[in-house]
């Protein structure tokens, strides 16, 4: 079998990126995710181990020190990284999807070039705007930090592979499934009989 597709997805908060990527799991029970650890405490409805390895300061500090992760950032005042064990595993599907923000991206493309990084943009920008505010999740202060943010996100975003517009969760997932669909096609990545 040939080396997983890794499939970086970013894009600023409240653009829709978390949505997309748990809707094509489901779809795609085949596909591996790499579940990120984070010290900020979970939102309401997010499970361990699911949405986030919600895990202490202390924890994560000791990971990082040990080489644990393949990348890390802190953001908002919260450690996140990735994992190197998941994607180390000889049983990983032929499929791995990420959901990390751009300083992650960065960080998985240098360890793996062949990653395909894809970028999601929100409607526009008072739609994001919108859509923070309704989660009522963030202070007002956390909310103009998460916009500062937001607008780096959208800066960043010429350094990806390829971007999708998030009109409607429909539409993206097939634009998704379509570019994961076409990565998987070039040659240097066929797998006779692979099915995924």
Not at 25 to 46: D, Q, Y
Not at 73 to 79: M, N, S
Not at 98 to 126: C, E, H, T
Request: charge should be positive; glycine fraction near 8%; aromatic fraction near 8%.
């Amino acid at each position: 079998m040939s080396n997983p597709l890794w499939v970086v997805v970013s894009a600023p908060s409240g653009a829709g990126k978390t949505t997309l990527v748990k809707t094509i799991l489901k779809k795609h029970p085949a596909f591996g995710f790499s579940t990120s650890v984070t010290t900020r405490p979970p939102r309401k409805g997010e499970k361990n181990g699911r949405d986030y390895s919600f895990i202490s300061e202390k924890e994560f500090l000791r990971l990082r020190k040990k080489g644990r992760l393949l990348e890390w950032a802190k953001i908002h005042g919260f450690y996140y990284g990735t994992p190197a064990g998941p994607t180390q595993s000889k049983r990983e599907p032929h499929v791995i999807l990420f959901d990390v923000n751009r300083q992650g991206a960065r960080a998985i493309k240098r360890i793996s070039p062949n990653a395909v990084l894809i970028f999601i943009f929100p409607p526009g920008w008072k739609t994001l705007k919108s859509r923070l505010s309704g989660r009522g999740t963030e202070s007002k202060s956390e909310l103009r930090r998460r916009l500062t943010d937001a607008k780096r996100e959208l800066a960043a975003a010429r350094q990806y592979d390829y971007w999708i517009v998030n009109q409607t969760v429909k539409a993206s997932v097939k634009r998704l499934e379509a570019i994961i669909a076409a990565e998987l096609s070039r040659p240097a990545r066929v797998v006779t009989g692979n099915k995924t």
